[in-house]
């Protein structure tokens, strides 16, 4: 009877006879799916609103008055809090597709991954140096033609942001997606093994 004792607390030295690993590691990557849902939701939010709101009711100003309100919003969008959910988005959403390798909710995560990456990119090739060039036309009462600066700006920046609010929208669609199957295991065991059932006929 001692052995069989001093057996049972070699293998399971915390004496509850459960390996905690799995379980720890299964809720760090809920915490992760969760957070890079979450702050995918709320710069998909951002690029939508100025699309639905911001952006039209701009497009009712006089040029030197939507110049001069498209530079400030420029100016004071570049805050910490910001650019934590923008770039935080990215980083949370690699690593969710990093830990959610092998699994069957992988390819959601993937698919989300590279749809805001894309936004990502088109943000820093196209919105960000309309930006810039808004910014080095000047204080708006100082500049000679407001409606050419205007012009080469407004159009452009507003058409590739309805672009990225709609990556913004399907990656936290897919987000949604890969954390319910994430969640309903049996669901997501049951596409792995449809799946898998199709690719062999």
Same mark, same amino acid.
């Given at each position: 009877?001692?052995?069989?004792?001093?057996?049972?607390? *070699?293998?399971?030295?915390?004496?509850?006879?459960?390996?905690? !690993?799995?379980? +720890? &590691? +299964?809720? *760090?990557? /809920? !915490?992760?799916? !969760?957070?890079? *849902?979450?702050? %995918?939701?709320? %710069?998909?939010?951002?690029?939508? %609103?100025?699309?639905?709101? %911001?952006?039209?009711?701009?497009?009712?100003?006089?040029?030197?008055?939507? #110049?001069?309100?498209?530079?400030?919003?420029?100016?004071? #969008?570049?805050?910490?809090?910001?650019?934590?959910?923008?770039?935080?988005? =990215?980083?949370?959403?690699?690593?969710?597709?990093?830990?959610? +390798?092998?699994?069957?909710?992988?390819?959601?995560?993937?698919?989300? =991954?590279?749809?805001?990456?894309?936004?990502?990119?088109? $943000?820093?090739?196209?919105? #960000?140096? =309309?930006? @810039? @060039?808004?910014?080095?036309?000047?204080?708006? $009462? &100082?500049?000679?033609?407001?409606?050419?600066? &205007? @012009?080469?700006?407004?159009? *452009?920046?507003?058409?590739?942001?309805?672009? +990225?609010?709609?990556?913004?929208?399907? /990656?936290?669609?897919?987000?949604? &997606? /890969?954390?319910?199957?994430?969640?309903?295991?049996?669901?997501? /065991?049951?596409?792995?093994?449809?799946?898998?059932?199709?690719?062999?006929?």
């Amino acid at each position: 009877m001692t052995t069989d004792a001093n057996t049972t607390n *070699t293998e399971h030295p915390t004496g509850t006879g459960t390996d905690t !690993g799995p379980v +720890r &590691r +299964r809720g *760090t990557a /809920a !915490g992760v799916l !969760g957070a890079a *849902t979450v702050a %995918i939701g709320l %710069i998909a939010g951002v690029f939508y %609103i100025f699309a639905c709101a %911001i952006m039209p009711a701009l497009a009712r100003s006089d040029d030197r008055v939507f #110049i001069e309100v498209m530079q400030n919003v420029n100016d004071v #969008i570049q805050n910490p809090v910001f650019f934590l959910s923008f770039l935080g988005a =990215l980083a949370l959403t690699a690593v969710a597709a990093w830990q959610s +390798r092998g699994a069957p909710h992988r390819w959601w995560v993937f698919a989300a =991954l590279a749809a805001y990456a894309l936004a990502v990119v088109l $943000t820093a090739a196209v919105n #960000i140096p =309309l930006n @810039d @060039d808004l910014a080095a036309a000047g204080a708006p $009462t &100082r500049i000679a033609e407001p409606a050419a600066v &205007r @012009d080469r700006f407004e159009d *452009t920046w507003v058409a590739w942001n309805v672009v +990225r609010a709609v990556l913004s929208a399907v /990656a936290l669609a897919c987000l949604a &997606r /890969a954390l319910y199957l994430f969640r309903h295991p049996q669901a997501s /065991a049951y596409l792995e093994s449809a799946t898998g059932s199709s690719a062999s006929r």
